[in-house]
């Protein structure tokens, strides 16, 4: 009974990883640049088992770099980033990251940023706006302050694995890199988590009913290994 009970805990964490995956999922449904995971799952054959025993487990968890639906704002610096390329942040640790959540703002130095973190225009540096003039974003991607171009937006696209770095921040994983790009963006718009919260809702569902499924077979294995073990001592 031993391997049902190994077979059936490889299920439950399997599970639970995807569990947590989704929950993620459908909390950022509506975070502006939100990117889903999608976890894989893979079965195998432990060393010298029998072959009706394969394992489960949850072997990557993937981002989904689809993009999401779109919010009309009308806020002149809100912006979605065409073609599926990527904003170029920087981080308090001084690194570069990529984001799509468009909501930039001003911080009180006058720098364009995005969350906090300052955006960084295609030269790499950060961006920075006169006071007392209208800010905006053209559909070229380039910054405004009344009717001086300050700079253009530092756009990227993300090539091979990402890992995620924040909520709706991304950075090349492991053999990937981001290319700096040219493209246009779409000013006065938002893009929301590509995650749709009923689907989400719906895989939460499922994955929550074969957890339980696993943990009752786990409890059927331990009760029959406990009645074998009775039965043995009758004898």
């Known amino acids: 009974m031993a391997d049902g009970i190994y077979v059936s805990m490889c ?4 599970r639970a990883e995807q569990l947590d995956a989704v929950a993620d999922n ?11 995971a ?24 993937g981002i989904d770099l689809r993009p999401g639906p779109t919010q ?26 990529y984001t799509r959540d468009g909501r930039l703002t001003l911080d009180a130095g006058g720098r364009l940023v995005s969350d906090g973190r300052p955006v960084l225009s295609a030269r790499g540096e950060p961006i920075v706006l006169p006071p007392d003039l209208e800010a905006r974003v053209d559909a070229a991607g380039r910054v405004w302050a009344g009717d001086v171009e300050v700079a253009a937006l530092g756009l990227a696209r993300l090539d091979g694995p ?16 981001a290319l700096p790009a040219e493209g246009a963006v779409r000013s006065g718009e938002l893009e929301l988590g590509n995650a749709g919260a009923l689907e989400a809702s719906i ?12 943990l ?16 043995a001592r009758v004898k």
């Open 38 to 61: 999608r976890p894989a799952f893979e079965s195998f054959l432990a060393p010298g088992a029998a072959q009706d025993k394969r394992y489960a487990a949850a072997v990557a968890t």
């Open 162 to 177: 990402v890992d995620r770095v924040g909520p709706s921040l991304l950075a090349p994983g492991a053999g990937g890199r």
């Open 203 to 214: 895989q939460l569902v499922s994955a929550q009913r074969a957890y339980e499924a696993s």
């Open 72 to 97: 009309r704002t009308g806020n002149a610096l809100d912006v979605v980033p065409e073609a599926g390329l990527f904003l170029t942040v920087r981080t308090a640790g001084g690194a570069a990251a």
């Open 11 to 14: 299920g439950a964490v399997a």
């Open 216 to 231: 009752q077979a786990i409890q059927t294995y331990r009760q029959l290994d406990q009645r074998a073990v009775e039965v």
């Open 26 to 36: 459908l909390a950022n449904a509506q975070t502006p640049g939100f990117k889903a």
